[in-house]
């Protein structure tokens, strides 16, 4: 099957960076576009940015000028870097990919759509 697992949340100080990673995990032929969100309790998600398998990026407004995300399709990893922390950037984020091709030992080729990851906390101290 499939998986897929954020790293690299934790406590940061406002000012500072952070870079999390998303990492697919599975007998993995394609992803499709990749994307982060966040989510503070209460509230709804937040779309972080973008990323497509040709590399091309979009931002949310909230981190726009701030956030970087890039992928390695050759590790099936994804990445969030985010610089100029504020406390109001305290989320857990979320992974997801629009759709995931992999091999199933006994189904052959099949499809996930609109996976996501668990989520990496993030806190922001000012």
């Known amino acids: 099957q499939v998986q897929l697992v954020e790293s690299g949340g934790g406590l940061v100080q406002a000012g500072g960076s952070l870079r999390l990673s998303c990492a697919v995990s599975?007998?993995?032929?394609?992803?499709?576009?990749m994307a982060w969100y966040r989510q503070v309790p209460g509230n709804e998600r937040e779309l972080v940015g973008t990323v497509t398998s040709g590399g091309n990026t979009n931002y949310g407004d909230s981190v726009k000028g701030r956030a970087t995300i890039s992928r390695d399709n050759a590790k099936h990893t994804s990445y969030l870097q985010i610089d100029s922390l504020k406390p109001e950037d305290t989320a857990v984020y979320f992974c997801t990919a629009d759709w995931i091709l992999f091999s199933d030992r006994t189904m052959g080729v099949r499809k996930a759509v609109d996976y996501w990851g668990q989520g990496t906390r993030v806190t922001v101290s000012s």
């Open positions: 599975g007998s993995i032929l394609s992803i499709n576009t």
